[in-house]
């Protein structure tokens, strides 16, 4: 069993995978992005600069560990759609 805060964690984890973000960029992956990055209760993400934050060793380990929980490719398009 998995904790909606997880899974959550686990959807900004996945949408990082390819480098930084900005918490108001994944708030289109949950609207509690902001929370779970500054919290950090796991331990997974680092911030990097003002408002950018990247992935821990154990923020890449929790993607390996869950790979089914991360991998929801509805988030995943809604990060990678153009800017309008």
């Known amino acids: ?32 992005a902001p929370k779970i990055l500054q919290h950090n209760v796991y331990g997974w993400f680092a911030r990097v600069d003002r408002g950018l934050y990247d992935l821990t060793d154990a923020g890449r380990a929790s993607l390996v560990r869950w790979p089914q929980a991360s991998h929801d490719e509805s988030r995943h398009a809604i990060l990678n759609a153009p800017a309008t």
Do not use: F, H
């Not at 805060?5 to 992956?29: H, I, T």
């Open 1 to 32: 069993i998995m904790t909606a805060y997880r899974q959550s964690a686990l959807a900004c984890a996945a949408a990082m995978v390819d480098g930084p973000r900005r918490p108001r960029d994944l708030k289109a992956v949950t609207p509690i």
